[in-house]
């Protein structure tokens, strides 16, 4: 009794290959059981259902294997427009195949996660509109339209994209062609006309199809909406034959609408931005250096990483004109040339508006006065008298005048800024001893001019302190310092001004490693009408003589 009881027990306890398959078929994963040709021996319903493909006494589709027969621990491939994870496991000299469907995003989910990227991905106007279009004829429609809004002369712009035809392509119209399609006068001042944006598909007139399109069987228009006015307007074209836009597709396109509005208006601020920054930044940028008889000028100008393209450092160069001389007291004289290179207090876009201030200040004394002391006491004044905060700045005002021997005659005045060092022919370097009071804090300023009378080939350098107060070198804490500058100056002897203003830049810019730097000017003026070659030197030292005196204001 006892083993026929055990018998019957153990015939109950065997799976026949019907329940085997019963269960795998149970499973919402999809198991596949292949040989090691690869050829599959046995998938159960959720793998038929994810890949059809996968048939017993077949191969196994080769996307599920990526490295031939290989197996992988995991595994993602696209199979029929479904995304499967795939698990190999080897099952003695056989190989399972463990299947599951990666769910895929709703389609409005979808859509907005492409709009986003898309739609922000560029800040000009024009790629907003193709991305827009694109999204348009790609998730709602046959055709995508974007209006922008008429320019001065009455004309639109236009970009359009057609489901399955790469590329967007682009036109011009009268805007009153434009405005024949229904809806868009009211768009293009950011109202939604008709019911929902929805109008009547047989009134659209030829150019808003592409050609061979035939007859349209649905048409929204929206409003692109902006900031403060509509940054154009869409329209969404679906052809005849095709089921109308429904409930779900007219949330979408009212979606594109906004998102594409907010993209377009956020490009055309910042296109409106930055064509105002470039007209402020080349008023504000130093001169192209003019040729001067008799000398040779070279500057070079940097600014601050913070400051981008235009900082608190300038320089400028004003050329004599006729009618202008010292005083109109003292008659009419043709003033000499007269270079500046100046500090402001500050850094970045404020700091630039004021050094451009002074410059243009400077320009309208010199229709008054040439000389320089007297510029800065009266620029001294008229930054007293500013309404702005801390209209300090620091100055080196230059007049260059031919003498003898093409000797130049450089009558200076300092006012808080570092004093000029001269290079003469036999490579010393002299500090010009003309100091100066800052300008826009105190009401009376006191100042020491110099005239330097330069040789041939002698150069004076005038320099912003972004130079010497550079820190770097093998600590990078070190200052750079004045004595510094001048060894550097000491080595340019016999250059030619440009490439010794660009070898001293190039100096401190290797002192600063990459480091924190500071604006930085470099203006000299070098004696001669003729430079000598790169590499050379020139004769022995003259007797040159500076001389000074103090004066207030």
Known sequence: MRGATGSANAGAARATPGDMAALLDGSDEGIVLCDTGGVVLLANAAAARMAPGIVPGEPVPPEFYPDGLSPAELNTVTYGGRVIRVRTEAVGDHRALYLSEVPSLPRRTEFLLEAARRLFASLHPRRCARAAVDLGAEFLCDVAVVVLPPATNRRVEWVRAVAGRPGPEEGVLPLATALQVPGLTDALAGLTHGSGGRQDAGAVPDWLLPEGFGPAGDLLVFPLPGNTVPAGAMALVRRAG???????????????????????????????????????????????????????????????????????????????????????????????????????????????????????????????????????????????????????????????????????????????????????????????????????????????????????????????????????????????????????????????????????????????????????????VRAGGQEPATGTTTGATTGATMVWAETTG
């Open 242 to 524: 095709r089921p109308p836009f429904d409930e779900e597709a007219l949330a979408m396109a009212r979606d594109l609408a906004s998102r594409a509005g907010a993209a377009l208006s956020a490009a055309m601020l910042f296109r409106e931005q930055s064509a105002v920054n470039t007209i402020l930044i080349d008023g504000l940028l130093p001169p192209d250096l003019p040729e001067v008889k008799g000398m040779r000028l070279g500057g070079r100008l940097r600014s601050s990483q913070q400051a981008g393209a235009v900082g608190g450092d300038f320089y400028d160069v004003y050329l004599p004109e006729t009618g202008a001389g010292h005083g109109i007291e003292s008659g009419i004289v043709e003033r000499p040339p007269l270079i500046i290179l100046g500090d402001v207090c500050g850094k970045g876009a404020r700091a630039a508006v004021l050094a451009g201030q002074v410059r243009q200040s400077l320009r309208a004394l010199l229709l008054l006065e040439s000389r320089p002391v007297r510029l800065l006491q009266l620029l001294n004044r008229s930054l007293l008298a500013s309404p702005a905060p801390n209209s300090y700045v620091t100055l080196v005002l230059a007049a260059l005048r031919e003498a003898p021997g093409e000797h130049v005659l450089v009558d200076l005045a300092v006012a808080g800024h570092p004093a000029p060092l001269v290079l003469r022919r036999d490579g010393t370097v002299e500090e010009v001893p003309a100091r100066g009071s800052l300008l826009g804090a105190l009401k009376k300023t006191v100042l020491r001019p110099a005239t330097v009378d330069l040789a041939p080939g002698e150069v004076c350098l005038l320099y912003s302190d972004g130079i010497t107060e550079a820190f770097g070198g093998p600590t990078g804490r070190e200052m750079f310092g004045e004595e510094r500058l001048k060894d550097a100056l000491a080595t340019c002897r016999g250059m030619p001004v440009d490439a010794l203003v660009e070898r001293l830049e190039q100096i401190s810019s290797e002192w600063l490693a990459g480091g924190q730097q500071d604006d930085r000017a470099l203006l000299a």
